[in-house]
């Protein structure tokens, strides 16, 4: 019975390797424990031993070779000496391989286990403090350094209440010099459920992000792709803006039968130049000249003043891949419905071949994005900073709407504004959406 | 321009390589320049070869002491230049290890020297080819680590010469032992080099500017330094400082001067290793507005150098200049780089230096920890008291703790005897874990082992040593 020795994984991470050198040749005879072959891996070359005694019947894989991928034979040898009783004994490479993937699968049969229990996220908020220097959390153990148990056991400060910085959370002791001792001693017992107190941290950190394993989430599970720039200043401008920014949405619906109705017309009679005005172009428009008519809508805060802007420079939110960017229509209160429609179109491809030049996207004072074509009936979105107000719009839909006492079926449109409150107030916003509602539902007025 | 790469890393030493697989690791597109050899001087000039060198020496120097285990061997002879050989095939072997690493991760090797020019996201790499021509490649990210080399004093003729005056680099390929040598510096590389040379039966004489050899180690770990190499043969002069080095066809003299006395040594070849300066020319780091101090690029604990884009690790940016703190600085550069949230930030670095006997250390020593203020307890075991130092025959030297008094952490420890470079390790992960005296005393060591002497120490700090 001829046995394969295979390509071992001299290291957990090695997946190929080089066949350095063969220390025996067709026909040698080899006991277990004898070198037979060097492997080069990393820094070093290793040497392979026999598992099993018997005669060199081929070699596979020749002297020098690159690239040999674990787990493929790269010898055979053929066992002498075993009793040939059958069933045949598994050979030990065989019982080798075996293992291995067992032991994958016990690991993958581990893992749905692992993922219906998670190690409980250490964001939740902190329970009551126990005793101090106490390693249990609800019963759990808290990871902390030797060090970090000592000190805060000589300060009086509760471990249960420190999130800690180090490896997987553990508290370590950069965690327990700044915290404070508990003011109190552990007030009385809660009744489960119970609000739980914040936690005494003395001063509030930057925001500790846990790992996914941390929260639960196996390694292995999933795939990360890196953060790219585009990325970034999205999570990075949106975090910022939708924490520091005083939001609220004001959301109106809007009748536009008359404005399809007047869409189709202005196409018809821009379809020998080829321009077809979409309706996102037409809220531009009414949004541009809605914000000329009440211009408080059209502002920034600063630190110095309300900068009130002379024009609407509309942005228009572009979905590309990976993110979205916001090209701009510049003092869209003046263009006519045919050139919004030229621009906007061109803006948006180029913004998708991410061709946009800065100044294309920088700077407007306004923003609409909508996502009506996704069937969204309404949606607030996060203010774009510097900018005042912007203006989500949701799918135009036939719906139920009363006339006076009757009920009728029109189109209709849900509109919301998101306002910075610290220059558009409820009432300024409301004023917008009655001038911007006056545009939509009758649109000749957009000419005026 | 649409980037090349994501990442490129400037200098494959441990530092270097170290992050480029990191960054491949990491899903990082990634290249690697090298104007030399892969693995830099640690594995081709430095760390790896001097081992190599080492070993020789103490085997050598064991058949002298033979007598002492029972055992006897005539003849005992040396062939130097098979000695210098196995060094450089050590060193070959590793540098095709790096070879093999790099193309296992799928990193670009560039060989050539680069220079930056302005660029976005990252300055420009341009790379003068070892195969004639250039070429500029546009990376996200670019990581220097570009090392450093000998510092040499060519006003006062330590300048190495490649005949009469070495750098570690001449003193690694040498055609012949010195009969007489004289070391300038007693820092690790001076030492070791004395050590080596010393073994192979030459006289030495090490020249020190500080008040005692080996000046970052602890004072009692030099003191007890001093004497086993003097036992040894090997001459100081401490403090001294060089006046002047003059070659000639016989040798070298060097002027000192010491405790206020002039003298004049002679030797047949010097050895300058009085320091580090880094390797920042040539690089345009000046055009691009790269901040640098004492021949070292200045950057953040991240590494981020200031300039978009560009990052700076391992030795190119300043002391300790050890192979081992490269490569954590730039895992941790190309790991903050991905936005993971790197730790170990502060870990402790141990210091080694492969004499005979050998000294190891980590954390403060006694006396910084006294300069900080911080109450201390120290704890000392001396291998002639365990077990197996006596069985081996290496009784030589000692293991000494420095405990926070307040907390029990462990701050530092410092250790010189036979193969102390690798316990020390145990400490460092002790430091690591932010250990007290109570899990170091809590901890089973293996008996026999030099490494009972660890523990000993541990309890010593706190009157409870058992062997003594």
Known sequence: MSIDVLMPALSPTMEEGTLAKWHVKKGDQVKSGDVIAEIETDKATMEVE????????????????????????????????????????PSPSTVAKTTGEGDREAVEGAQPAQRAVPAPPPSTAPTPPAQAGEAQRNGERIFASPLAR???????????????????GRIVKADVEGAQPAATKAPPARAPGAQPQPAPISAPGPRQVLSLEQQGIAPGSYDLIPLDGMRKTVARRMTDSFRDVPHFPLTIDLEIDALLAARAKINALLEPEGVKVSVNDMVIKAAAVALKRVPEANASYTPEGIAMHHHADVAMAVAVPHGLITPIIREAEGKGLAEIARESKDLAERARNRKLKPEEYLGGTFSVSNLGMFGVTSFSSIINEPQGAIMSVGVGEKRPVARGDQLAVATVMSVTLTCDHRVVDGATGARFLAAFRRLIEDPITMIV | MAEDFDVIVIGSGPGGYVTAIRSAQLGFKTAIVEREALGGVCLNWGCIPTKALLRSGDVYEQLGHLGDFGLSAENRAYDFGKVIARSRKVAGQLNAGVGFLMKKHRIEVIEGTARLEKGAPAPKVVVALKAGGERAVQARHVILATGARARTFPEIGLEPDGERVWTYREALVPKSAPKALIVVGSGAIGIEFASFFRALGSEVTVIEMLPRILPVEDEEVSAAAHKAFERRGIRFRVPANVK?????????????????????????VAIVAVGIVGNVEALGLEALGVKIERTHVVTDETGATGVAGLYAIGDVTGPPWLAHKASHDGVHCIEHIAGLKPTGLHAPIPGCTYSNP????????????????????????????NGKAIAAGETDGFVKTVFDAGTGALIGAHMIGAEVTEMIQGFALAMTLEATEAELQATVFPHPTMSEAMHEAALDAYGRVLHI
């Open chain 2, 358 to 385: 050998q000294v190891a250390s980590v954390g403060l020593t006694e006396a910084q920890a006294k300069a900080k203020g911080i109450e201390v307890k120290v704890g000392r075991f001396p291998f002639r008291a």
């Open chain 2, 244 to 268: 002047q080095l003059t070659r000639s066809k016989a040798g070298v003299a060097v002027e000192i001067e010491a405790g206020g006395k002039a003298e004049t040594l002679q030797g047949e």
């Open chain 1, 150 to 168: 000592r000190i805060a056991e000589q300060k009086g400060i509760d471990l249960s209440s420190i999130r800690g910085s180090g490896p997987h």
């Open chain 1, 50 to 89: 026999a598992v099993d005694e018997g005669t060199v019947e081929d070699l596979l894989v020749p002297e020098g070779a690159e690239g040999v991928k674990v787990n493929t034979p790269i010898a055979k040898l053929s066992g002498e000496g075993e009793t040939a009783a059958p069933p045949p004994k």
